[in-house]
């Protein structure tokens, strides 16, 4: 079973919406409950660049480019962390990975891919 797996990707048009979910079904609850979550993103050819996380306690840090359009959301009972994307723009077309950092130790999803068309 894998540590994070994400859901939620797939092809919509500009202006459209998306919810991206990443579960986290291997953690125990006090676990997840005391990570940092992110969510990073990958587009053809480029870097993996960070979209936005969220603390244990809740606080929320987003990239410049997210303006606006993204909410980032845990919810611990289920341990489930949520990306609702909104306004999608052609340029946020990527593969989007969960992220998780726990005393030191950084786990990957294996991402779910976001196609924006025009």
């Known amino acids: 079973q894998e540590q994070l797996v994400e859901s939620g990707g797939g092809l919509v048009q500009a202006g459209g919406s998306l919810r991206l979910s990443c579960k986290a079904p291997?953690?125990?609850?006090?676990?997840?409950?005391?990570?940092?979550m992110g969510w990073y993103r990958q587009a053809p050819g480029k870097q993996r660049e960070l979209v936005a996380t969220?603390?244990?306690?809740?606080?929320?840090n987003y990239a410049e480019f997210v303006n606006g359009r993204f909410t980032i959301s845990r919810e611990n009972a289920k341990k489930t962390i949520y990306l609702q994307m909104n306004s999608l723009i052609p340029e946020d077309t990527a593969v989007y990975y969960c992220?998780?950092?726990?005393?030191?130790?950084?786990?990957w999803g294996k991402g779910t891919s976001v196609t924006v068309s025009s």
């Open positions: 992220n998780q950092v726990w005393r030191g130790y950084e786990y």
């Open positions: 291997r953690n125990i609850l006090s676990t997840f409950s005391g990570s940092a």
């Open positions: 969220i603390s244990s306690g809740g606080i929320t």
